[in-house]
């Protein structure tokens, strides 16, 4: 297996929802022109609390100052598994769940925190630019690596850390923030670049328009409706998750779907923000889905994380993840 560091330097960002016109013009140049940007690497998802932005450093440049703009202090670094050769971005997906012991949980273990996207075509990890090192020696033993370099995959050098290096002790991963798992039912799909001009304006009323933005402030923990929305647009692939009731409004044939048409249920994780800074939260979730070889998609934004798994594992899925929840919350 080859574990590709991708070349684009990251920042990860929240536009308040009474924000968001300021920046609408600056998504949608990022979103649907991406030929007047030299941005590769651009996702936004929304959240009933906020908008999270993954960009790149040029394309961060289209976004305006504004208060309404939160950036996580850090630059990041997309990691990407790949098995066997090919691009990252046009590679079978690996899932979040088949990653969980060989990446996610090594860095945990070596409390170096992750941000995750996974999108139709792939996983990306996302890791501080400056635990680059370390998560490299930690995952040199189990993968190939390799870094992407003006868009050729070279070796990567050796980082140097091994001397006084002490492998950590491994503990159970107890979940301790809380759970919930909203009713609506999710899609997760893609589009031909092609045919994006045909749908633009049906896709920036979904992102923009079609009262997301009435919907301030945070949701409370219940099991009800929540509007969620991601959009990526990374190295040319676009990906889509957005519920089922939006996938309806789009014409006939413009989104891939799979052959069994699959729906997805969201466990979202956190009951306050969750932070930049704490480990293991991925692999707390991933962990068990693992052990169940139940697949999962996982997109962290800036205040929660999201996982997403298939519609008739959902019970069995919270009932996995509640055993491992902690009791000395």
Same mark, same amino acid.
């Given at each position: 297996?080859?574990?590709?560091? =991708? ?8 536009? !308040? ?9 600056? /998504? ?24 999270? #932005? ?33 691009? !990252?971005?046009?590679? @079978? $997906? ?15 273990? *070596?409390?170096?925190?992750? +941000? ?16 680059? &090192?370390?998560?490299? *020696?930690?995952?040199?033993?189990? +993968? %190939? =690596? ?15 850390? %091994? ?8 503990? &159970?991963? &107890?979940?301790? *923030? ?14 031909? $670049?092609?045919? /994006? ?15 997301? !933005? ?19 647009? #990374?190295?040319?692939?676009?990906? /889509?998750?957005?519920?089922?009731? %939006? ?24 009951? @306050? ?10 692999? @707390? ?13 996982? #997109? ?20 996995? /993840? ?6 000395? @919350?």
């Amino acid at each position: 297996m080859e574990l590709h560091i =991708l070349e684009h330097s990251l920042k990860v960002a929240s536009i !308040a929802k009474e924000g968001i016109q300021i920046c609408t013009h600056g /998504l949608i140049k990022l979103a649907f022109l991406p030929s007047k940007t030299r941005c590769k690497f651009f996702s936004l998802t929304e959240t009933p609390e906020d908008y999270t #932005i993954i960009v790149d450093e040029d394309g961060f440049k289209e976004l305006p100052e504004s208060e309404y703009l939160s950036v996580a202090d850090a630059t990041w670094l997309a990691l990407n598994v790949v098995s066997g050769g090919g691009s !990252a971005t046009s590679s @079978q $997906p690996i899932g979040v769940t088949k990653i969980a012991k060989s990446v996610i949980a090594p860095l945990a273990d *070596h409390n170096i925190s992750v +941000f995750m996207l996974s999108t139709y075509q792939t996983d990306f990890i996302l890791v501080r630019e400056r635990d680059l &090192p370390m998560v490299m *020696h930690t995952l040199s033993s189990e +993968f %190939t =690596l390799l870094r992407v370099v003006n868009g050729e995959t070279v070796a990567a050098n050796s980082t140097g850390v %091994t001397n006084g290096f002490v492998k950590p002790k491994l503990v &159970p991963r &107890p979940i301790i *923030h809380p759970l919930s798992s909203p009713s609506n039912m999710f899609c997760v799909t893609s589009l031909d $670049p092609d045919t /994006l001009p045909s749908v633009a304006t049906l896709l920036m009323d979904v992102m923009f328009y079609s009262g997301g !933005a009435k919907e301030t402030g945070g949701q409370t923990e219940d099991s009800g409706h929540i509007r969620f929305f991601s959009f990526s647009l #990374i190295e040319g692939y676009i990906s /889509l998750v957005m519920d089922e009731q %939006t996938t309806r409004r789009f014409p006939n044939n413009v989104l891939f779907t799979s052959a069994s048409g699959e729906l997805w249920k969201m466990v979202r994780i956190g009951g @306050q923000p969750l932070g930049f800074d704490e480990c293991g939260i991925v692999a @707390q979730i991933s962990e068990p889905l693992a052990t169940a070889d139940i697949p999962a998609y996982y #997109i962290s934004t800036f205040k929660f994380d999201h996982a997403l798994v298939p519609e008739e594992n959902i019970q069995s899925v919270i009932g996995a /993840l509640r055993t491992n929840e902690s009791t000395g @919350q």
